[in-house]
């Protein structure tokens, strides 16, 4: 398995991948799935302001993605981005998400990023949750019952890993450049 940057060339992938969570589970609150072109435009959207955005690829098939976009748009929250990771579900739980999330928070950390967040769909969504935990994220925040999908209200969980320090010092590089500032 390699993990690369995404081009305008996984569109489709990405967007297989992404809809089959949208229809079938929780970790997105999207409920109609969305195309090939929009998922491009979303990657090029992130990938155009110099964030992660990851495929994970083993003979030629895209099993994963994971990238990291603004958390919020005010300019405070510069050094704090929100991560994602989507998998094939043929393949949850055999390293993918690891490896794509993983190479996503090197990223992160090269980019002088102090917090990354994971807003993650559904409290009982153990594998992002446990996935998460794996590569150092802490619980921050349960939000009971914010979305309603499938029937049911979704949870939402809030989880957190520190880069760079942290908040222990004052950071050194510009952060990300957000709208809104």
């Not at 970790?27 to 155009?48: D, Q």
């Not at 302001?49 to 098939?61: C, D, I, Q």
């Not at 992002?128 to 349960?142: E, P, Q, T, W």
């Amino acid at each position: 398995m390699i993990v690369r940057g995404a081009t305008a060339d996984d569109a489709e992938a990405l967007a297989a991948i992404y809809g089959h969570h949208v229809l079938h589970g929780f970790g997105t609150f999207e409920e109609e799935p969305p195309s090939p072109a929009e998922m491009e435009s979303r990657r090029a959207a992130i990938a155009g302001r110099g964030l992660p955005y990851v495929v994970a690829e083993e003979a030629g098939r895209v099993l994963g993605f994971a990238y990291a976009a603004p958390f919020r748009p005010r300019q405070a929250y510069r050094y704090t981005l929100e991560d994602s990771v989507y998998i094939a579900p043929d393949v949850i739980g055999k390293g993918v998400g690891r490896a794509a999330l993983s190479a996503v928070i090197a990223e992160c950390e090269a980019l002088g990023i102090r917090q990354l967040v994971a807003v993650i769909g559904d409290s009982g969504n153990a594998a992002s949750i446990g996935l998460h935990r794996a590569l150092g994220f802490v619980d921050a925040g349960v939000g009971k019952s914010f979305g309603f999908k499938h029937g049911r209200w979704v949870d939402i969980v809030w989880m957190q890993k520190s880069l760079n320090g942290g908040d222990q010092t004052t950071p050194d590089t510009p952060g990300v450049r957000l709208s809104g500032s």
